[in-house]
């Protein structure tokens, strides 16, 4: 799905949820502070007051979709610490650099993201492959869909931008092949000199420098693409929803946190979402 904002054409994030583990544990968690299990409308929490769960149990406590205490607690009493014991796991494809940036300004939630140290040997060996023509190396990057902006001629210009500063270091620099190309692949820039596709594909399939990334991070902007895997408890992913999916917030981490919402399920967005209406 793609927007324009302030003139740019920009292409919105996927969400999928990987995984939730429910919000009976955190009803267990509450009733265990109060004593409170025979006051549960959930039979499984009931009978907790006498005996452990065995793992049949344990999956049916899992399985809970509505806690009346629960709900009392996030609406009535504001107890919010007990949504902690709910995570959710979602898979994030085609966010941006910039948004990662305030993303990762949400400190209780457990990040990972795709590397530009370990995955930028394709963007650098188009470079190197292009020996000097701008052009094939503009229409190999452009076939990467590399950016969040969605309008190819604006992608020329970040991609010419990133050719430029690469020919800058190239020239600045005793040996820029060395930093580019693994020591295992240097062969192949004779073998295939003046043959850009061929030795591009040669260069994929060969092997690649380790920590590429460290040399030309540099070329890269906010507008490229991140992919993360991200697990929230629902407390922070409640905080992080209510200054995320506003009006005041950049508009590009509020769609993510939109798209995140679309994907929640009922049970959890009950309990951190006021106007359920909104969910």
């Known amino acids: 799905m793609q927007e324009v904002v302030y003139g740019i054409t920009y292409t919105k994030p996927q969400v999928v949820l990987l995984q939730h583990t429910g919000i009976g544990v955190a009803e267990t968690a509450a009733r265990t502070c109060y004593d409170s299990f025979a006051n549960s409308e959930n039979k499984v929490i009931q009978e907790l007051q006498a005996k452990l769960p065995d793992l049949s149990a344990c999956q049916t406590i899992n399985e809970i979709d509505s806690s009346e205490l629960l709900d009392d607690l996030a609406w009535t009493y504001f107890h919010h610490s007990i949504l902690e014991h709910a995570n959710l796991s979602y898979?994030?494809?085609?966010?941006?650099?910039?948004?990662?940036?305030?993303?990762?300004?949400?400190?209780?939630?457990?990040?990972?993201?795709?590397?530009?140290?370990?995955?930028?040997?394709?963007?650098?060996?188009?470079?190197?492959?292009?020996?000097?023509?701008?052009?094939?190396?503009?229409?190999?990057?452009?076939g990467y869909d590399m950016f969040v902006t969605a309008d190819e001629t604006y992608n020329r210009l970040e991609i010419e931008a990133m050719y430029n500063k690469l020919q800058l270091q190239k020239e600045s620099v005793e040996d820029f092949y060395a930093l580019a190309v693994a020591k295992s692949s240097l062969p192949l820039l004779k073998e295939f000199k003046n043959q850009p596709q061929k030795l591009y594909e040669a260069l994929q399939n060969g092997k690649k420098k380790r920590n590429v990334g460290d040399a030309f991070k540099h070329i890269i902007t906010d507008n490229v693409k991140v992919d993360m895997v991200i697990t929230f408890n629902l407390r922070s992913l409640k905080n992080y929803l209510s200054l995320r999916d506003s009006g005041a917030a950049y508009f590009q981490i509020r769609w993510l946190a939109q798209e995140m919402k679309k994907v929640t399920p009922s049970k959890y967005l009950d309990l951190i979402v006021k106007n359920k209406e909104d969910k």
């Open 91 to 142: 898979l994030v494809r085609g966010t941006s650099r910039g948004v990662l940036q305030e993303h990762a300004r949400h400190r209780i939630q457990a990040i990972s993201v795709r590397s530009t140290r370990y995955t930028m040997s394709g963007l650098i060996n188009a470079f190197v492959a292009s020996d000097g023509d701008k052009e094939f190396f503009i229409q190999t990057v452009l």
